[in-house]
């Protein structure tokens, strides 16, 4: 059984536990996938046989779905010699050599996980960074939004405490969501975050979001602020942060893998959420974001509702690419 073949009975199996899920991945890479798969079709009607005009213009349409020049590099060399050993002479057998090299460039034999490392026991403490603008606050409140569904108790601590309406604006959040709060403006934020982490362990709280500054400009001072709420949380609960998600927004492209580079320079990332992929045709960022920083992609926004923030799923996301040439 070939690539496709495995891929869409994984995927008819996951339509079966969960067609919601299923239907959010075709809806939001709708955009990328007209483009990319397009540009794949025509490049299959191009060319009767696999040359270098093949590649150069395979190269292009990778690049120009915002994979990253750097994973496409990599792909092509890997493409290349699968050709070449398998003696693949049709563009056409090509594409699923195609999908599946794309799967393995994320996949990577790496065991780091796209899900939640959640305590063991206490709250859970998750960390949440990324710079203004990328919808930082709605990822924090769609988090929120989510683990109170699941049944549990759900606290939001204000830490970027000098932004002109940033505690405000998570306030309203919290009371939207139901969850607990807390926040105090034109103060340090780890003193904030301290104070916020007592009243999660007196109120029970299961699930504990911190938001943070997102002022990238000056890398020292942020470092700096984010090492002592590091501190901070871990002197009240040992081994937080459990996670240290960035955010950031998909349709900014190869901007947010630089943003990403920076904010892994700083302090310690644990994964990684894309905002917004629903609304660009560069959906290839999934990979490159991947590639280039080492980091999982946690979850990922598809949409404006609260319910269209969702774990990762690699096999969801790479089916919803190339589903049209299945």
Request: hydrophobic residues 40%.
């Amino acid at each position: 059984m070939g690539f496709f073949d495995k891929l869409k009975n994984i995927i008819k199996t996951k339509e079966k536990e969960n067609k919601e899920v299923s239907q959010k991945y075709d809806e939001g890479l709708k955009e990328t996938r007209k483009n990319f798969v397009n540009e794949l079709n025509v490049l299959g009607l191009k060319f009767k046989k696999i040359d270098e005009e093949y590649f150069e213009e395979l190269e292009n349409i990778l690049i120009m779905a915002d994979i990253g020049v750097n994973t496409v590099m990599n792909f092509m060399d890997r493409l290349r010699k699968r050709v070449k050993e398998e003696k693949i002479t049709n563009p056409e057998e090509l594409n699923e050599v195609i999908v599946d090299e794309l799967f393995i460039i994320y996949v990577d034999n790496d065991t780091i996980t796209d899900k939640i490392n959640l305590a063991s026991a206490g709250p859970t403490v998750v960390l949440m960074v990324g710079v203004n603008g990328v919808g930082k606050t709605t990822t924090i409140a769609k988090l929120a939004y989510k683990y109170h569904k699941e049944g549990k108790k759900v606290m939001m601590i204000a830490g970027d405490t000098f932004r002109a309406g940033a505690v405000e604006q998570l306030k309203i959040w919290a009371d939207r969501t139901d969850s607990l709060f807390y926040g105090k403006e034109n103060s340090d934020p780890a003193s904030v975050v301290y104070d916020g982490l007592k009243e999660a362990l007196n109120n029970n709280v299961d699930m504990v979001f911190i938001d943070t500054a997102g002022r990238l400009q000056n890398k020292v001072n942020l470092m700096q602020e984010l090492e002592k709420i590091n501190k901070v949380i871990g002197t009240i609960i040992p081994g937080a942060p459990h996670e240290t998600l960035l955010v950031i927004d998909a349709a900014t492209g190869q901007n947010g893998i630089m943003q990403a580079k920076a904010f892994k320079e700083i302090t310690n990332i644990t994964g990684l959420v894309l905002t917004k992929l629903d609304g660009t045709a560069k959906g290839g960022i999934v990979l490159a974001i991947k590639e280039e920083v080492k980091l999982p992609v946690k979850f990922v926004g598809l949409g404006e509702k609260m319910e269209d923030l969702i774990p990762f799923d690699i096999e969801e996301y790479i089916y919803g690419l190339f589903k049209d040439m299945m």
